[in-house]
């Protein structure tokens, strides 16, 4: 098996900067010797284009989106190269990147799904948050709901790239989500498996989420956000205290869906290394569970 690993220093769709230095720190704890050594074929692509949060005062609900707009096609193109002859490791950055990821899966594979592991829905719009945060909004982008922007939703000329069907979300946290986001969720029939779930049975649960998800190819998204923020302090959100899975709980779901034959790559979003450095085992422990992650394949 051939994983090519791509890193996404981009926090222009994120809450400030710090996110775009998370593929460096991932490298600096040992990611790609931790990935090497487990038998597979590793290629290390490299960094696509740095872009930085900046406060966009001429668009403040939608703040930088030209920049992810680039930022999409150009992950895109470097994912859909990846998937010629493997599966791809995509090191975020900000949770846009599974716009990206999604993309190039409809350019190889005719359709994309998505398995989003996260505390939140990211099902906002311009009109329903005045956060302005594109992260927050990545997956109401992907399906193309009212409100979304059209600029981002078809940035590659396929929109929407996923149907209700091919979303399904693992470790969502009710408290997390906006009453806009509850209402999509129940109009467009989506499928959550919950926090409770991952945490109790980790693996159960992702299996729980594959089934749900339509048959065919799919990519998994992982907001470090998910993690106890005790358990972890990585994530550019600090409010996951106390709740959700911790690392080692994290990698029992990850595995289950890498194993998977149609499991073509992994993208990871929102990690924060100045948060990290509360904990200086938090991201050497994640770059460790990220290596079994890959063996299990």
């Known amino acids: 098996m051939r994983v090519t690993v791509i890193g996404v220093p981009d926090s222009a769709g994120a809450y400030g900067v710090g996110v775009e230095?998370?593929?460096?720190?991932?490298?600096?704890?040992?990611?790609?010797?931790?990935l090497e050594a487990t038998g597979r074929d590793i290629?290390?692509?490299g960094d696509l284009t740095e872009r930085s949060w900046t406060p966009d005062r001429e668009s403040p609900l939608l703040q930088n989106v030209d920049q992810e707009i680039l930022a999409m096609r150009e992950l895109a193109d470097?994912?859909?190269?990846?998937?010629?002859?493997?599966?791809?490791?995509?090191?975020?950055?900000?949770?846009?990147?599974?716009?990206?990821?999604?993309?190039?899966?409809v350019e190889r594979e005719g359709r994309?799904?998505?398995?989003?592991?996260?505390?939140?829905?990211d099902l906002n719009t311009p009109h329903s948050t005045r956060e302005g945060s594109l992260s927050w909004m990545g997956m109401a982008h992907a399906l193309a709901v009212d409100g979304a922007a059209e600029g981002l939703a078809n940035?590659?000329?396929h929109a929407p790239l996923l149907s209700?069907?091919?979303?399904?979300?693992?470790?969502?946290?009710?408290?997390?989500?906006?009453?806009?986001?509850?209402e999509a969720v129940e109009e467009l029939g989506l499928i959550v498996v919950s926090q409770e779930a991952l945490v109790e049975q980790p693996a159960d649960a992702a299996r729980?989420?594959?089934?749900?998800?339509?048959?065919?190819?799919?990519?998994?998204?992982l907001?470090?956000?998910?993690?106890?923020?005790?358990?972890?302090?990585?994530?550019?959100?600090?409010?996951?205290?106390?709740?959700?899975?911790?690392?080692e709980q994290l990698g029992r779901a990850l595995a289950e869906l890498w194993r998977d034959p149609d499991c073509r790559g992994l993208s990871i979003g929102q990690l924060d290394p100045a948060h990290a450095r509360a904990d200086p085992s938090a991201i050497p422990r994640l770059v460790a569970m990220l290596g079994e992650v890959v063996a299990a394949g």
Do not use: K, Q
Request: glycine share 10%.
């Open 208 to 221: 729980a989420a594959r089934t749900a998800l339509s048959e065919g190819p799919f990519a998994v998204h």
């Open 21 to 34: 230095r998370a593929p460096a720190a991932l490298r600096e704890a040992g990611l790609i010797d931790a």
């Open 43 to 45: 290629v290390d692509a």
């Open 223 to 247: 907001d470090v956000d998910v993690l106890d923020f005790l358990d972890a302090p990585i994530a550019e959100n600090v409010n996951g205290r106390n709740s959700g899975p911790t690392i």
């Open 112 to 121: 994309a799904r998505l398995v989003y592991v996260d505390r939140h829905l």
């Open 78 to 105: 470097a994912v859909a190269a990846g998937l010629d002859d493997g599966r791809v490791l995509v090191l975020g950055g900000a949770c846009t990147v599974a716009l990206g990821v999604c993309a190039a899966l």
């Open 155 to 157: 940035a590659t000329g």
């Open 164 to 182: 209700p069907a091919d979303l399904v979300y693992l470790g969502h946290e009710p408290m997390a989500s906006t009453e806009g986001e509850r």
